[in-house]
Nanobody, 119 residues
Framework: VQLQASGGGSVQAGGSLSVSCTAS??????MGWFRQAPGKEREFVAG????????YYGDSAKGRFTIARDIAKNTVYLQMNRLKPEDTAVYYC???????????????WGKGTLVTVSS
């Protein structure tokens, strides 16, 4: 099983970026994104249930970020709008069996992709 993330990059504050993550090898009950800024703990950003598409957002993402999935491509996307310098972090894709995994621990993790927002 592999989670391959892509996207990210650098943008000025107020701009938009997107990241995507494709799972190979199997499908999961949920997929989502976490992030970790320098010197800070890893933080939940957003998650989505594969069946039904229910989405769940961390406080920092609500109203600005949108998570979506493409079942045929086994890919999850995170669209990030109105970015702020405090959104600067390494963003990690993760996958698990169900919602509880977001708090208990995800089964699989992808390599992070860096998002940098300049002021």
């Amino acid at each position: 099983v592999q989670l391959q993330a892509s996207g990210g990059g650098s943008v000025q504050a107020g701009g938009s970026l997107s990241v995507s993550c494709t799972a190979s090898g199997r499908t999961f009950g949920v997929m989502g994104w976490f992030r970790q800024a320098p010197g800070k703990e890893r933080e939940f950003v957003a998650g989505i249930r594969w069946s039904g598409g229910d989405a769940y957002y961390g406080d920092s993402a609500k109203g600005r970020f949108t998570i979506a999935r493409d079942i045929a491509k086994n890919t999850v996307y995170l669209q990030m709008n109105r970015l702020k310098p405090e959104d600067t972090a390494v963003y990690y894709c993760a996958a698990g069996a169900g919602w509880d995994d977001f708090s208990r621990g995800m089964e699989y993790w992808g390599k992070g992709t860096l998002v940098t927002v300049s002021s």
